[in-house]
């Protein structure tokens, strides 16, 4: 089955405490990005990544890390997390061979006390 | 101003309703255009492309508008599983990598 997992899938943590999501695609996909979801606000891009080894900034890359050191796994780095990064989650994939779906994952509800 | 808007409701309508709802974009250079439906605390998931000259699948029906720089989705015969967040999406130029925006989506509730 074609699927985009993220873990975990609720992470409750402190102020400072490092901490990584994972997210991993079993579709070939070139294309994953990472969002966040915030009401009022939307889904905003975090980072993006075309493929292994290339990642690029989206509109709130602030607080976060990525890295894309194989096609299948597009991990999320919080090096010191802070409150106001308590939000909801979303990696997503796609290819870029004319596909323009976009699959998401399950998303990560994340809250930092 | 935002880059893609849409009212976020909540549109709250009896079922066998029609309801129809908007989107703009900011960018005239935008040229894909979607609708995603996201249900309470999942995964937006993809409802349907937006062409140019419209297109229908089943009871949704998505329109676009350049001159006026609008996307619309017109749901008929409202269904109960039809509750949910309709997020409407946009893309830029004719790259595989360029970049997908998303609005903050408009919450429909279906009433029995």
């Known amino acids: 089955e074609a699927q985009v997992t993220q873990n975990p899938r609720y992470l409750i943590t402190v102020t400072g405490k490092k901490l990584t999501v994972t997210c991993s695609q079993n579709?070939?996909?070139?294309?994953m990005s990472w969002y966040r979801q915030d009401p009022g606000l939307g889904l905003r891009q975090i980072y993006y990544s075309m493929n292994v080894e290339v990642t690029d900034k989206g509109d709130v890359p602030e607080g976060y890390k990525v890295s894309r050191k194989e096609k299948r796994n597009f991990p999320l780095i919080l090096e010191s997390p802070s409150p106001n990064q308590t939000s909801l989650y979303f990696c997503a994939s796609r290819g870029l061979a004319g596909s323009e779906t976009q699959y998401f994952g399950p998303g990560t509800r994340l809250l930092v006390l | 101003r935002k880059e893609v808007e849409q009212d976020p409701g909540p549109f709250n309508v009896p079922e066998g309703a029609t309801v129809a709802f908007n989107c703009t974009y900011s960018n005239s250079a935008s040229q894909s255009f979607f609708w995603y439906r996201q249900d309470c605390r999942k995964e937006p998931k993809l409802l349907m492309s937006?062409?140019?000259s419209g297109n229908e699948d089943g009871r949704f029906t998505a329109q676009l508008n350049r001159a006026s720089q609008y996307i619309s989705l017109l749901i008929r015969d409202s269904k109960l599983s039809d509750s949910a967040t309709y997020l409407c999406v946009v893309k830029g130029l004719y790259s595989s990598a360029s970049k997908i925006i998303f609005g903050s989506g408009t919450r429909l509730s279906i009433r029995p």
């Open positions: 937006v062409y140019s």
């Open positions: 579709m070939n996909h070139e294309y």
